[in-house]
């Protein structure tokens, strides 16, 4: 990685880049032999069709250079203040480029990258294996929000209307160009209409092609002001966002989906044999993929509350995204990746579906613990264009060896067949514990945060595909179809999910334990947690934790987990609470906690794990370089279920028990592009 000019001062739903303009009304061009008459794209986004290199040259290389992005900076980056600044130049972008940086490879650019410039008219004709404007070309060139450079820009070449007198325009000339790059990603920092759409961070796409194999090498991310949080629990939210849209810039879109190659460099979609592009779908704006790389596949017997409806999914069927999906769900006979189909532009098809992949980070929203995995890696590589060092790939926990029945089948008949209910076995990864008051919390898997089943009443019955209960303990029979999980993208199904307490609206701190800024007030602190990088979430027991002095006692109203600091020595487990040591002999054991601090007397009890669920995970928690050093986060939409203001009660006396209530709490919830 790289910067244009000096770096230093003085990161779901933004739609991907559409297709397919209609040209103006007016006589057809002539067309000549040898010469291609083409719509122009550019007007919308992308320009295609870049000349670099010849294409038999470009085949010819190995997949082996690591990526090489060029950052460029808009002037308004500039304009953040220090503090934003600081973070986004020194730590944000640095790690986010470095990632993908190591974790992706490309055939080596050797020429010098000059872009081209867009044209003023709908259409363009393509002669000696250069794009050329009708007449004139624009006296500006965008990618995104931002003008790109004239030092980047090849010369403007033109043809009249007819295809006569084609050349290079008076008085153009071409700029020195980017050498030592594989891709130029622009950035801007401009507070735009899609930064006021569900509280966006940031967006992204591409913005040119090259004309070779159709790799990308042009892209760009606005980064919304007043979005960017440098609060040191949400930086690692922030960089997995810029990661996320660094991404789809690169290669993971839908208006890319029609040009991708096969491992010999051979398009995977057939081409026009007048214009060497895939056709376009007028209905999605889009160039037209192929079955070989997106089939739509049909479900006729997709179980839902009441009976059964048919489903229609589009999968990503390229040859090594279905064996990492196969591998990944032990399920031979899945035919590939399920795309999202909910959201607006920029979501559905765009993304996996959060369904089957929660927490993989280009799912179309992000709740908790975000990861990168072999399937997007995977993906890359399918698109003829990259390898992947899959020593990066993170480690997708959800869904993991879970079998058919959970990757080809809805999350109702997954609940039904396992339900306690029905055969004493567990609905995991899914839940069926409606919020509400008082809360009882649980851990997620990987216990690294406290968390909640998300399971929520709504003030409708849910779409019929989506309503996935016949049952749920404590709701009134009839009602279930009222009932889902908060993540709408998940088809509504509930899961445990981290969340953050609030007062009055505003975050205080959120349920990751790995992170100090989310410990309690000392006054508040009834269950005695201590958040930090050496911290996990355990169980307490099924009583409320109690406060007690001689003339008072108060209850804890939220109980059921929390973070505390352990260690690992001699073959056990170990619980540290308020500096005392306890010591786990076997998973299950119930140690009892009495502590005198801050003049209370604590009462409570925690559960202890099986050690191999800390003493073994423990090392996969690893801290990142940055000086911030803090793990893989997300960065957080908060979904508002419940507001609460800060309640305390003066008890009476010894014997009396009333209970103390937290603030409210937000389900983590945002929504990348």
């Known amino acids: 990685m790289y910067y244009a000019g ?52 470009v085949r010819k290389r190995s997949i082996s250079q690591p990526v090489r992005i060029l950052l460029s900076y808009d002037e308004s980056v500039y304009r953040l203040d220090d503090e934003k600044l600081d973070l986004i130049n020194n730590t944000i972008l640095p790690e986010a480029v470095h990632f993908w940086e190591r974790a992706l490879m490309v055939r080596e650019t050797k020429s010098t990258i000059r872009l081209s410039r867009k044209c003023e008219s709908s259409q363009v004709f393509v002669k000696d294996h250069h794009t050329h404007c009708i007449d004139t070309c624009r006296p500006i060139t965008m990618c995104g929000e931002v003008v790109v450079p004239e030092d980047h820009l090849d010369v403007c070449r033109t043809c009249n209307a007819t295809g006569h007198n084609c050349g290079i325009a008076e008085g153009s000339k071409a700029g020195p160009g980017i050498d030592g790059a594989d891709f130029v990603f622009y950035v801007s920092a401009m507070q735009t209409e899609r930064c006021h759409k569900g509280l966006t961070v940031a967006y992204a796409a591409h913005c040119q092609q090259e004309a070779a194999l159709d790799r990308p090498i042009a892209g760009h991310a606005n980064l919304c002001p007043k979005s960017i949080s440098t609060k040191p629990q949400e930086l690692e939210t922030l960089l997995s966002t810029v990661k996320h849209e660094i991404l789809h810039a690169l290669g993971f879109s839908v208006s890319l989906y029609a040009f991708y190659r096969d491992e010999n460099g051979e398009p995977r979609t057939p081409r026009r044999s007048d214009t060497g592009k895939p056709f376009l779908n007028e209905k999605l704006q889009t160039h037209q993929w192929s079955e070989n790389t997106i089939r739509t596949v049909v479900r006729p017997y997709w179980q839902v509350h009441g009976g059964y409806v048919e489903r229609s999914i589009q999968m990503i069927v390229t040859p090594r995204v279905r064996a990492e999906v196969q591998a990944h769900f032990n399920c031979p006979e899945l035919e590939g990746a399920e795309l999202e189909d909910q959201g607006e532009d920029g979501t559905a098809l765009t993304h996996w579906e959060k369904r089957v992949f929660e927490n993989e980070a280009m799912t179309g929203t992000h709740t908790q613990n975000p990861v990168y995995s072999r399937i997007t890696l995977a993906l890359m590589e399918d698109t003829g264009w990259y390898s992947a060092n899959y020593s990066m790939a993170q480690e997708l926990g959800w869904g993991r060896n879970l079998g058919c029945n959970f990757s080809m089948k809805s999350c109702k008949e997954w609940i039904s067949s396992k339900s306690f209910r029905l055969s004493g076995k567990s609905i995991h990864p899914f839940c069926n514990k409606v919020k509400q008051d008082p809360l009882q919390t649980e851990c997620t898997d990987d216990r690294s945060s406290v968390a909640l089943c998300n399971l929520i009443k709504y003030s409708q019955p849910l779409p019929k595909k989506y309503q996935n209960f016949d049952f749920i303990p404590h709701v009134p029979a009839g009602e279930e179809q009222y009932y889902g999980g908060s993540v709408s993208l998940a088809d509504y199904c509930p899961y445990i999910q981290e969340f953050t307490w609030r007062a009055r609206n505003i975050v205080v701190r959120g349920s990751h334990c790995l992170y100090e800024e989310n410990n309690p007030h000392p006054d508040k602190n009834f269950a005695l947690e201590k958040y930090g990088p050496h911290s996990r979430c355990f169980d307490h027991t099924n009583q409320m934790w109690e406060e007690r002095t001689c003339k008072q006692a108060r209850q804890w109203q939220h109980w059921g987990s929390g973070c505390y600091r352990y260690k690992c020595e001699v073959g056990r487990l170990h619980i540290i609470v308020a500096n005392y040591t306890y010591t786990c002999y076997h998973a299950g054991q119930e140690i009892a906690i009495r502590i005198i601090q801050n003049d209370w007397l604590h009462k409570g009890a925690l559960i202890c794990p099986p050690c191999r669920d800390i003493c073994q995970a423990h090392s996969s928690f690893t801290l990142l370089t940055t000086h911030f050093g803090y793990p893989d986060s997300s960065r957080v939409l908060l979904l508002n279920l419940t507001t609460r203001d800060l309640d305390i009660f003066p008890l009476g006396s010894c014997s009396t028990v009333l209970p103390f209530r937290d603030i409210g709490i937000g389900l983590h919830s945002r929504i990348p592009t």
């Open 6 to 57: 000096p770096p230093a001062r003085r990161h779901i739903n933004a739609p991907e880049a559409r297709l397919g303009l209609l040209a103006a009304k007016s006589d057809p061009p002539v067309v000549h032999p040898g010469d291609k008459l083409e719509r122009d794209t550019s007007l919308l986004g992308v320009i295609h069709g870049v000349h670099i290199e010849p294409a038999h040259e």
